[in-house]
């Protein structure tokens, strides 16, 4: 939609950065809850297969990850981390287990899911592009309403979206149509999209994709503070981003979990050196860590010689 419809400015001449970006304060305000709430959630996967015509995508994998852990889901293109993230969402027919609070969610429809308190992000930011930013979180927001209330105008805006507004730092252009947003800006507002809802596992497909240095870090310092309550699964390229906030790593590779740990252990294990930079770095890691040396991280180049992976190849 071009901003040439509007009265209203283009979100371009409102510059986001430091002082008009994510209000950790209001964040406060948004999330806060018993952290009993919370104490028992923890998204569990067993056996976790998904198979298109023959085609083994995910291939048993077991996967847990707990409140309070901000777990990166990475690998090369094609490991199957956006089909993972499909498979507890109903978007992609599975077997084996996916269980969330103590719910099954492996077979169960989309809407369905999302009632289990589970959210999730696309590459492709999924927001209404002719409503405005206000109107986004206030849909969001009555998710759980019946059909024909969320017929009738609310008269009065609820708080926690106001909140909501103010947390993800788009409040200046909340009268604005969500399709004038930036890519990062867009990404910010699914964000608090799923806070509205209040989801209690959050599953992130490249939430930094298109932004500022600036941006990505004030995204980190958020999804660390949601990720301190609720559940947070991040699937990444960017290596940098990933180093920097990131309690846990998961790697797959082929459709199954090839490492699992701290970055510095991911880091150092040599079959994730030898699937991003090949068998000769893997081995180089291997003796480079026998001998206490600093094993070379994925992304990164052990040699002159060997060149580091693009993003593309790193996911």
């Keep these: 939609m ?16 430091g ?12 999330i806060a809850a018993p952290g009993e709430r919370f104490r028992h959630d923890y998204l569990e996967m067993r056996d976790l297969r998904v198979v298109f015509d023959g085609f083994v ?43 969330f609070g ?49 017929l009738r105008r609310r008269s009065v805006v609820p708080e926690h979206v106001e909140q909501a507004l103010d947390t ?8 604005l149509p969500a399709g004038v947003l930036a890519h990062g800006q867009k990404q ?25 240095q600036s941006e990505r870090e ?8 949601i990720g301190e309550q609720r559940t947070v699964i991040v699937v990444e390229h960017d290596m940098e981003f990933l180093r920097a906030f990131a309690s846990s790593v ?24 030898e699937v991003y930079l090949g068998r000769d770095a893997g081995a180089r890691a291997s003796a480079s860590a026998a001998t206490g040396g600093a094993p070379p991280s994925p992304g990164s180049s052990s040699t002159p010689s060997s060149p580091s992976p693009s993003s593309a190849e790193v996911s």
Excluded: C
């Design 2 to 17: 071009s901003t040439e419809q509007h009265d209203t400015p283009s979100v371009d001449a409102v510059p986001v950065d």
């Design 19 to 30: 002082t008009t970006g994510l209000d950790t304060e209001a964040l406060e305000a948004v």
């Design 57 to 99: 995508a995910v291939d048993g994998i077991d996967l847990t990850v707990t409140q309070g852990d901000l777990r990166f889901l990475i690998g090369p293109n094609g490991a199957g981390k956006t089909t993972v993230v499909d498979a507890i969402t109903g978007l992609a027919p599975a077997t084996g287990s996916a269980r």
């Design 102 to 150: 103590g719910v099954e969610l492996v077979g169960r429809p989309s809407h369905r899911t999302a009632r289990a308190g589970v959210g999730r992000t696309f590459q492709t930011a999924s927001v209404f592009d002719e409503l405005t930013v206000l109107q986004n979180l206030d849909i969001a927001a009555g998710a759980g309403r019946r059909p024909w209330t969320m």
């Design 168 to 175: 993800v730092g788009l409040g200046h252009v909340r009268d």
């Design 188 to 212: 910010w507002l699914e964000i608090g999209m799923l806070l509205v809802q209040d989801a209690r596992l959050l599953l992130l497909d490249e939430p930094v994709a298109g932004m500022s």
């Design 218 to 225: 004030q995204t980190g310092r958020l999804l660390q503070r």
């Design 250 to 273: 998961t790697v797959l590779h082929q459709g199954s979990v090839l490492s699992e740990g701290s970055v510095a252990q991911v880091q150092a294990d040599p079959k994730v050196v």
